[in-house]
Structure formats: structure tokens, C-alpha cells
């Protein structure tokens, strides 16, 4: 079982719909991240948040809104999206921050998202 | 910068065939590797790492030692078996930067 929650595990929206992505984890982990993800591709990384606040944002387009209410929630607030966002986005978290921290990431098992 | 390169694929087996993937990395400093695996529909799971040369990680039976000197961290398994089918992500990580992933390598097993 992961250790790191998303819903919903599908959501289908139109292009003016508005709509979020939630995560959450229990590990006591202080960095939460959100990845996009095509089929068969590498995870393409999106943000990072560490101990609540946004550290990385890689250069990702505004319709796309990540929010750490906390250091165990995260969210992704969609609106305005296109087809091309259609994709697997997936939230981790990591020991980034401590002593424990080697890079490893601990995933979610994705929200799939299909933009019609 | 660090980066990784490992074998794209596909790659397709029979049943029971011995398996390599080959992955090989740059970086600065003392990496961690991982190998994650993503079976059809689902997310990424980790599934084995090492963070250290000549450590060994193993899962499932499938097996990679990291070799500091040819800078390699190959997966291989003796057996495979038709639920092994997946994508597997061959990746680098340091304290304090973002994971850094191969393009993956896609693995078919035949009955």
C-alpha cells in the first residue's frame, strides 16, 4: 500500500471547467511534489514545495495552481486546461531538507486526468 | 550536470528468460540510484536502490549492483515472468536536488 494518497485516480474535464488534484501523506515528509507524466515517458517535474513553501516551479503555465495548505496536503487547482495536459500527474514526497534525504522520492499512484 | 542514460527499448522476453536492463549515470558528488517500475495503469513504485558503491539492491528478485568505477547500475533478473511487464525508470538522486530520471525502458514478457 502507498503511503501517499491521491484523488481522484481519474477526472475527466472540459476547458473551462475548474477542478483540483489532492495528495496527501502521513510520513512526516516536509518537501511535496507534483510531477506530469505521458505514457511510457519519465515523470516531468512541475513543483516542489518544501516545509510549505513553493521552491521550485518549473517555469509550468498558470492554469495550473499547486497549493500546501500543510506539510502533509497538497493540491493542484486546474482551470482552463487543454487536451494536451491530458496526462498521469503523480505527487511525491521526500526526506528533502533533513539529514535523511538521498533523493529518493516516495509517489502516489496518480491522478489520470483526460481533458476533453 | 548529472544525468542518466539507459537502454530504451522495447525490450521483449519469453517467460523465465534472463533480463538486463542497462543504465549508466554521470554525476558530481556520491549518488543515490534507484530503479523504479511502472506497471500498466498504475504509478511509480520504488523498486530497489542503492546509496552507496558496490552496494547491492534486490526486490522481487530482480537485482542491481552500483559500480562506482564503470559508473553502472544495471537491473537484472534470472527469471522473468509475464506480470514483470512494465516500464522501469533507471534514476539519480542527491540531498537537496530533484530526482533525476532515465527515459525508461519499456519490457514486454511473453507466455
Known amino acids: 500500500d502507498t503511503e501517499v494518497t491521491q484523488t481522484p485516480k481519474h477526472l475527466v474535464m472540459g476547458m473551462t471547467n475548474k477542478k483540483s488534484l489532492k495528495c496527501e501523506q502521513h510520513m512526516g515528509h516536509r518537501a511535496m511534489y507534483w510531477y506530469k507524466q505521458k505514457a511510457k515517458k519519465p515523470p516531468e517535474l512541475m513543483f516542489v514545495y518544501s516545509y510549505e513553501k513553493l521552491s521550485i516551479n518549473e517555469s509550468v503555465p498558470s492554469r495550473f495552481s499547486p497549493e500546501c495548505p500543510n506539510s502533509s496536503l497538497l493540491n493542484l487547482h486546474l482551470h482552463a486546461l487543454q487536451p494536451e495536459d491530458s496526462a498521469l500527474y503523480l505527487c511525491a514526497s521526500s526526506h528533502l531538507g533533513t539529514g535523511r534525504d538521498t533523493g529518493e522520492l516516495f509517489f502516489g499512484e496518480g491522478s489520470r486526468l483526460t481533458v476533453l | 550536470g548529472d544525468s542518466v542514460t539507459q537502454m530504451e527499448g522495447p525490450v521483449t522476453l519469453s517467460e523465465e528468460a534472463f533480463l538486463t536492463i542497462n543504465c549508466t549515470y554521470t554525476a558530481t558528488g556520491y549518488p543515490s540510484l534507484f530503479w523504479y517500475v511502472q506497471y500498466p495503469g498504475e504509478g511509480l513504485q520504488l523498486l530497489l536502490k542503492?546509496?552507496?558503491?558496490?552496494d547491492k539492491g534486490s526486490n522481487k528478485g530482480f537485482e542491481a549492483t552500483y559500480r562506482k568505477e564503470t559508473t553502472s547500475f544495471h537491473l537484472e533478473k534470472g527469471s522473468v515472468q509475464v506480470s514483470d511487464s512494465a516500464v522501469y525508470f533507471c534514476a539519480l538522486g542527491q540531498a537537496g536536488t530533484a530526482l533525476i530520471f532515465g527515459k525508461g525502458t519499456t519490457l514486454s514478457v511473453s507466455s
Open positions: 542503492a546509496t552507496k558503491a558496490d
